[in-house]
């Protein structure tokens, strides 16, 4: 049976939640959506019984920090199990080119040359356009890009348990995108906060979401 574990729910500045992000697990592996912006990722892997060197599929759906900066604690904490001598298997992250860009600059201004090396062994990177189709883990995904008007950003559909779903990221839905996500059993998308507290933070000022906002589209 496909299962989605959620590790966080929370926004970009939430400080009492992880960022949103979570696992996409069957019988043959774990597929993890975004890593939210922390080394917390590894203690909410924990928390869920998955080791993280058992992560070896990995989609980031754009180079924001609460998306993209749990990956680089994953490189951290894999390095240091692979100099301790344990083997890792090898790891695919699937972005777009702008969160590719973004990683790939992180690592070279906070990272030595050989830490960076050794993560280039290991990691494949799939930089996906408009309309790629994958198979991970025998589930077959489509990425798409979700015409985000912050930064590019991707989200996916596919198939979980005869049912169909579509992951939107976390910016306001474009409404270019109504009637393709009218054909799903069930949508993910991120609110930002209720819609009763949208003057506190002001979500649509930051393009995204309330609860409320999401539910009617």
């Not at 906070?110 to 025998?138: A, M, R, T």
């Not at 989200?155 to 992951?167: A, T």
Request: glycine share 6%.
């Amino acid at each position: 049976m496909d299962k989605i574990i959620m590790l966080g729910t929370g926004n970009g500045v939430a400080m009492n939640l992880y960022n949103t992000c979570f696992v996409i697990q069957n019988d043959i592996g774990n597929f993890l959506v975004d890593t939210g912006g922390s080394i917390e990722i590894i203690k909410r892997l924990n928390e869920v019984g998955i080791d993280f060197k058992e992560i070896h599929n990995i989609f980031i759906s754009h180079s924001h920090t609460d998306h993209v900066l749990g990956l680089i604690w994953l490189f951290r904490k894999i390095s240091l199990v692979i100099k301790m001598g344990e083997t890792i298997e090898p790891i695919n992250i699937y972005c777009n080119d702008v969160a590719y860009n973004s990683i790939k600059e992180i690592l070279k201004y906070f990272f030595p040359i050989k830490f960076i090396e050794l993560i280039d062994s290991l990691v494949n990177y799939i930089v996906l356009d408009d309309g790629d189709k994958y198979s991970i883990n025998g589930i077959n995904y489509t990425f798409f890009d979700i015409k985000a008007k912050s930064t590019k950003q991707f989200g996916f559909e596919c198939i979980l348990n005869n049912k169909k779903l579509l992951f939107l990221g976390d910016e306001t839905l474009n409404p270019v995108l109504y009637d393709r996500f009218k054909r799903f059993d069930y949508v993910m998308h991120e609110a930002f906060c209720l819609d009763s507290e949208e003057k506190i933070y002001h979500a649509f000022l930051k393009k995204h979401s309330t609860t409320k906002s999401v539910s009617e589209v």
